[in-house]
């Protein structure tokens, strides 16, 4: 463990072992000032707030291995023909959600051992500017907004839509097995 993330850790535990101390104090008829137990609070969630920011969320190097190709819908048919999967992510730079999927699920080493597979091909369409190509392709599936996560295989050949906030689960399952 990261020995800043520890000693975060550690003072977190601390505020808020003291807030709650002085809380039930009060609660017992101590005169605790309510802004000493008010700025306990806030230290206590600005040390959450930087633990968070701190703690690594992916192995952001693994990600960088998974070879993305723009997305092309038309040629999608002649990958699945091949015998292989397609796994589109249509994301935004500006969409909060695509970029927690990315931290929570897309970055995440089981996942990308998964999207590394030769029989997998990864596409993207990136609608951070407006693209009709990807926004007619959205509309196919009654999308209008990102993220789209969806994965075509052999099981799935007219795609296999995924939850827009992503799991680890819903995302493995929805992958083909490995042959």
């Not at 693209?131 to 795609?159: C, R, T, W």
Request: aromatic share 8%; net charge neutral.
């Amino acid at each position: 463990m990261n020995s800043i993330l520890l000693v975060s850790a550690l003072t977190l535990s601390l505020l808020l072992g003291l807030l709650a101390w002085l809380s039930y104090k009060k609660a017992k008829g101590s005169q605790i000032p309510t802004a000493v137990l008010a700025l306990l609070l806030v230290f206590a969630s600005i040390n959450g707030a930087i633990s968070y920011f701190i703690y690594p969320k992916a192995d952001a190097h693994a990600y960088k291995e998974l070879v993305w190709q723009p997305l092309v819908p038309e040629q999608i048919e002649g990958i699945l023909a091949e015998g292989k999967a397609v796994f589109v992510d249509v994301s935004a730079d500006w969409c909060n959600i695509c970029k927690a999927n990315k931290d929570r699920v897309l970055h995440q080493a089981v996942v990308v051992e998964r999207l590394k597979d030769k029989d997998m091909v990864l596409m993207r369409g990136d609608l951070t500017h407006s693209d009709a190509m990807i926004e007619a392709y959205l509309a196919k599936y009654q999308a209008y907004g990102v993220p789209f996560n969806i994965v075509y295989s052999q099981a799935h050949p007219n795609g296999l839509v995924l939850p827009r906030v992503l799991s680890i689960d819903d995302l493995l399952s929805a992958l083909p097995l490995r042959g």
